[in-house]
């Protein structure tokens, strides 16, 4: 698979993973997370800086600005952080929860 269509399979698991999350339905949201870090996986073997990666901050759909920023993090820091204290700020419910917990554990150094 190359990198274009991993990133797709990512974005798409992303969000079955973080909506069913929030639906309360762990079975669907725990495969879709494997499927995402699978894929992510392979798409670090092909993109070793995550540099392709980084157009997942501008993505449409929260959700995958949640995630890209959450595996951006030890590469390109200061546009995961950014991109967080954005979601965090947001009134989205969910999503602003999630991008504070993420920057606290980053910040206390409990995230690699």
Same mark, same amino acid.
Do not use: C, P
């Given at each position: 698979m190359?990198l ?12 079955i =993973?973080l ?5 309360g339905n762990?079975t ?17 073997n092909?993109d ?5 990666f980084l157009?997942l901050?501008? =993505?449409?759909?929260?959700y995958?600005q ?5 595996h951006?993090l030890?590469? =390109?820091?200061?546009q995961a952080?950014?991109k ?7 009134n989205?419910?969910g999503v602003?929860?999630?991008a504070?917990?993420?920057?606290d554990q980053?910040?206390k150094? =409990?995230l690699?």
């Open positions: 190359n274009e269509s991993l990133i797709e399979k990512y974005t798409e698991q992303t969000i =993973h909506e069913e999350s929030w639906n762990s669907i949201s725990n495969k879709a997370r494997r499927k995402r870090m699978k894929y992510f996986e392979q798409i670090k092909i070793k800086t995550l540099d392709e157009i901050l501008n =993505h449409e759909n929260e995958v949640l995630g890209a920023s959450f951006l030890k590469q =390109h820091e200061k952080v950014n967080l204290l954005m979601l965090k700020d947001s989205i419910g602003a929860f999630n504070k917990m993420v920057l980053w910040q150094g =409990h690699k």
